[in-house]
């Protein structure tokens, strides 16, 4: 009999339930001997990466031996001129998921309250959970993020706010107003985590001009990703804009080497080929098209959209219709694990795959 070692694992770790990630092609491949395989399941950039980064990737790898510089110099001063902030005030993260648990880590106390929305991307929970602090949940109505709910919840216990703007998978949002009497409403003591994962989708004039925001609330903590728009979600690179002593107690906690060479050197091309990120915004504007379209011949609602996915109202079958997609070698996502099993997410890929996926639900679906 071996020791049993789970029994020494941390209660909040053995209780939590671990993020679920979208099926890889390698393993669908693998599982059913299909060649051909269409991934539409994590909202990565049907296009893939600018040639410039890959470029500068492949550059990057020859000195893969050595060790990255550990400020990652290069890249925060071209973000900082990006964003028009101090470099002071950017912090690398290997992906957004890490810059998360780092303010996590950096500032929630055993028992302190962290609160998020209802569906809210499935990361903060699990990230709260590490920490040992409670994850709150705000419900939401009508996919929307009620602003008066969440700062009802809010005691000497909570911490740190965390918000998807917009969200994943519900495409929720707060407009400019209502982000300002969220931050002019909470305490300067609780940090909000403002996740903008998806902002270069976003055009509409409502949406929120967060730097400046974060000159007025310095408990704002913006966070943003290589991973969607610009295509590197493989190299894991993210960073946060935050006032400069957030981001040296960020830098405080982080390990030494948050970012890969390869990601530094790819993210800091990919910054630079914003042709490549228009490409991008076109092709899925007009893959959201298709896609809606295709969704109303078929009288099925969906989630109003944000970003570069649809959230689709299968109904009782969604898993068996997931099922069927993956037989047909179409990977989209289940939502089981945000307790929401009638409903699926897809991303939009390149015009032929939003076909393929299309013509195999309606088959399904008229089955
Ligand atoms: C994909 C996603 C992230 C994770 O991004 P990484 O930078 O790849 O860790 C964060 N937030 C939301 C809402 C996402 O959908």
Same mark, same amino acid.
């Given at each position: ?104 880590? !950096? ?7 962290? %609160? ?5 991307? +499935?990361?903060? =929970?699990?990230? &709260? @959970? ?122 405080? !906690? ?7 060479? %390869? ?5 800091? +091309?990919?910054? =630079?080929?914003? &042709? @490549? ?91």
């Amino acid at each position: 009999m071996s020791y049993d070692y789970s029994r020494l694992t941390h209660p909040s770790i053995q209780t939590l339930t671990p993020y679920v990630p979208g099926k890889s092609i390698t393993s669908l491949q693998r599982e059913l001997g299909l060649q051909r395989v269409i991934k539409l399941a994590s909202n990565e950039n049907p296009l893939g990466a600018s040639a410039q980064a890959l470029e500068a990737a492949r550059n990057a790898l020859t000195e893969s031996y050595l060790y990255p510089e550990s400020s990652g110099h290069e890249l925060t001063q071209a973000l900082s001129q990006f964003v028009n902030v101090t470099p002071s005030q950017i912090t690398l993260g290997n992906g957004s998921d890490s810059i998360f648990s780092l303010i996590a880590q !950096a500032y929630a106390n055993p028992g302190d309250d962290i %609160i998020m929305f209802q569906y809210g991307f +499935a990361m903060y =929970a699990i990230i &709260a @959970h590490t920490v040992q602090a409670n994850p709150l949940m705000i419900p939401m109505t009508n996919w929307q993020y009620d602003v008066a709910a969440l700062l009802d919840k809010i005691t000497e216990r909570t911490k740190i706010i965390f918000i998807a703007n917009p969200n994943n998978p519900t495409g929720s949002w707060l407009k400019d107003d209502e982000l300002e009497y969220l931050l002019a409403n909470i305490p300067e003591t609780v940090l909000c985590v403002l996740d903008e994962a998806y902002y270069e989708f976003m055009d509409d004039v409502a949406y929120p001009n967060s730097l400046q925001a974060l000159q007025r609330y310095p408990n704002l903590i913006i966070t943003r990703t290589f991973s969607k728009a610009y295509g590197l979600a493989g190299l894991r690179v993210g960073y946060s804009i935050s006032h400069p002593d957030i981001a040296a107690t960020l830098n405080r !906690a982080r390990l030494p080497f948050a970012v890969n060479s %390869i990601g530094l050197a790819a993210a800091q +091309a990919a910054l =630079a080929d914003q &042709a @490549h990120l228009k490409q991008t915004l076109k092709i899925t504007a007009q893959g959201l098209k298709q896609l809606t379209a295709a969704l109303d011949q078929l009288n099925l609602k969906y989630i109003p959209i944000a970003g570069n996915f649809v959230t689709i109202e299968i109904g009782d079958n969604a898993l068996k219709v997931y099922e069927t997609l993956l037989q047909q070698g179409i990977i989209i996502r289940p939502l089981t694990n945000y307790d929401l099993p009638h409903m699926l997410r897809v991303s939009v890929g390149l015009p032929e795959q939003n076909t393929a996926f299309i013509n195999a639900l309606t088959s399904i679906i008229n089955q």
